[in-house]
């Protein structure tokens, strides 16, 4: 089991940037691939990127491809999003998650562990 937590959003003006954190307990966040998601109020929770449990392969949404890097540091058990060139469209609120090794997952059911989440407000 593992739990995570979110930290690092706040406001910015449209074409900054932010570096979100995932911190998570336990000694077996290794063993997790980790994924981003976000949520804009009255839309669906949707995938925004993904990494191996190795780091070695990441995915994207195609909204944020060249923007946004997707980063984990197992030692220190935190994952990171970094967020370029942000876009009001980019505001909602980020979750990080944790599922199980195997093919990354793009779909919310592939995750079986959720922070509570980070608000991310981008001004125009």
Request: overall charge positive.
């Amino acid at each position: 089991q593992v739990q995570l937590v979110e930290s690092g959003g706040g406001l910015v003006q449209a074409g900054g940037s932010l570096r979100l954190s995932c911190a998570a307990s336990g000694r077996t966040f290794s063993t997790y691939n980790m994924g981003w998601f976000r949520q804009a109020p009255g839309k669906a929770r949707e995938f925004v990127a993904g990494i191996s449990w190795g780091g070695d392969s990441t995915y994207y949404t195609d909204s944020v491809k060249g923007r946004f890097t997707i980063s984990r540091d197992n030692a220190k058990a935190t994952m990171y999003l970094q967020m370029n060139s942000l876009k009001s469209e980019d505001s909602a609120v980020y979750y990080c998650a944790a599922g199980s090794r195997g093919s990354v997952r793009v779909d919310r059911s592939g995750y079986g562990y959720w922070g509570q989440g980070t608000q991310v407000t981008v001004s125009s």
